[in-house]
């Protein structure tokens, strides 16, 4: 006859696994890691090359645009779009021509480079985040 151990303790960890915590701390890990893609976003507009003396110097296509007026950077914020669900957004006029470019303006990308530099980290947080509750821990 075979004897199953810890039947009790894997029950509890399922559970825990379907249950409101778990949505509750992988949701904050998310919205966390949308903060830090905004925040690397309005960092690569802000460091480097800016205007000075009122005189617009535009960046080399293909780099974060340079700051101007800090409009740009300014308008850059996380919302939690659901439980598990978060969006990171450039709300100035001219966001999406700087992002992805149009007849009169080469692409100067800052949020999907910005994504792509957090995206590891991002992805750590959540998985943090999961061991913490399967384990009976919160933040």
């Keep these: 006859m075979v004897k199953i151990t810890g039947q ?5 960890r399922l559970k825990r696994i ?5 949505v509750r701390e992988v949701g904050k890990a998310i919205f966390e890691a949308g903060e830090f893609l905004t925040k690397e976003a309005q960092i ?4 480097g090359s800016t205007s000075a003396k009122g005189k617009h110097v ?5 780099t974060p645009p340079n700051n101007d007026s800090g409009h740009l ?26 992002e992805f ?3 009169r303006l080469p692409a100067r990308p800052y949020m999907q480079p ?18 913490r509750v399967v384990k009976g821990g919160t933040l």
């Design 44 to 47: 690569s507009i802000t460091t």
């Design 8 to 12: 009790k303790a894997h029950k509890a």
């Design 101 to 103: 470019g149009n007849s």
């Design 114 to 131: 910005a994504a792509d530099r957090t995206r590891p980290e991002a992805q750590a947080k959540v998985v943090r985040a999961v061991k």
């Design 18 to 22: 379907r249950g409101a915590a778990m």
């Design 58 to 62: 535009p960046s080399a296509p293909g």
């Design 73 to 98: 950077a300014d308008n850059i914020e996380t919302h939690r779009t659901g439980d598990l669900t978060a969006e990171s957004t450039s709300n100035a006029e001219y966001a999406a021509a700087h």
